[in-house]
């Protein structure tokens, strides 16, 4: 009896850690699209979006997020205009998405941006949609001011935790 319990409790220690969430980290300073990112009007909206999302596809390829996962992403920028706000969504703008499906549906913002101060910080995501072909963080805001924002590293490893 005790040797029948101790199989079903490895067995199911062993099932959950096959299906228990995975934590990714992306630091904004390793997109392989470089360090400046020019937010300009979306052609398809009626937002301000960047041209090109960073993007960090090839730290993923091998063992993209699923469902159920997180991902923290950490940020440090300057911008090099005021802005009211710099919201960032989790993304894939591969071509196989059509250019946008959201991996998270959450929005987390930067507030009161003064040009040509540095702002450090972190965003915590839960994954909702398994990403088709790539990895991104699009940037954006609704105010009409073109922008250019310039990535630093914030001192984390992007991939997996």
Known sequence: MKKL????????????????????????????????????????????????????TSFFAKDLPEPGDTVEIFY??????????????LIDNSQAAKWWTAISDQQEQVKDIKAKQVYEGSFKYKVVAKPVAAVSVQLM??????????????GVKTGRK
């Not at 096959?18 to 990714?24: G, P």
């Not at 980290?25 to 009626?46: A, E, F, H, Q, R």
């Open 76 to 89: 440090k920028f300057t911008s090099n205009v005021d802005l009211p706000y710099l919201a960032m969504m």
């Open 141 to 154: 805001y609704d105010d009409k001011i073109n922008s250019k924002i310039t990535l630093e590293k914030a």
């Open 5 to 56: 319990f101790l199989m079903v409790a490895v067995s199911a220690l062993f099932l959950g850690s096959l299906f228990a969430e995975k934590n990714y980290v992306i630091d904004l300073g390793d997109t392989s699209n470089g360090k400046v990112v020019k937010i300009v009007k979306n052609p398809y909206g009626s937002n301000y979006q960047n041209e090109n999302p960073p993007i960090f």
